[in-house]
């Protein structure tokens, strides 16, 4: 029979330390691993505050790393990092600046080489189920509707 390893506040504080330091996190990812490691609520407090005054845990970092990330390596339009960053209880003030730090022209220039290249791999020969499935592809990502209508209707004639 396996017993459960249980970790004292210091040895949870340090492997938490670790934990962060590798890549950043949100509080909710911390939350659940804390509890993941069968810690009880008072010592998760305890560790989440030390993470934040020792700046392991910030939540503007985490916030601004993981859009620039996203929209970068996978290319979520502000709609998907919005709803990401909110499933993971991050603050408005956090996703605005996050989102801020994507300049216009870079967001606009992403978005038009997503849909050429995106438009140019669909097998279809039907152009309104061939425009359907860029919308829908555009869409998923996460980018404004707007944008995605009027992009499908310029590149699929």
């Given at each position: ?107 606009i220039e992403v978005f038009n080489e997503l849909a050429e290249k995106k438009a140019n791999s669909i097998k279809e020969t039907n152009i309104y189920k061939k425009r359907k ?25």
């Amino acid at each position: 029979m396996h017993s459960k390893k249980t970790y004292t506040v210091q040895e949870a504080t340090k492997k938490l330390e670790h934990y962060c330091a590798y890549q950043e996190r949100c509080h909710q990812e911390v939350r659940q691993k804390l509890k993941a490691m069968h810690m009880i609520p008072q010592a998760i407090d305890i560790i989440i505050v030390h993470l934040l005054e020792h700046n392991f845990l910030n939540e503007e970092r985490f916030a601004k790393t993981y859009v620039s990330g996203k929209f970068r390596i996978k290319a979520w339009g502000r709609r998907r990092l919005t709803l990401e960053l909110k499933k993971r209880d991050i603050g408005k003030v956090n996703i605005n600046q996050a989102l801020a730090e994507i300049g216009n022209a870079e967001y606009i220039e992403v978005f038009n080489e997503l849909a050429e290249k995106k438009a140019n791999s669909i097998k279809e020969t039907n152009i309104y189920k061939k425009r359907k499935k860029l919308i829908d592809y555009l869409l998923y990502r996460g980018w404004e509707s707007h944008l995605v209508y009027e992009k499908a209707s310029e590149i699929i004639r």
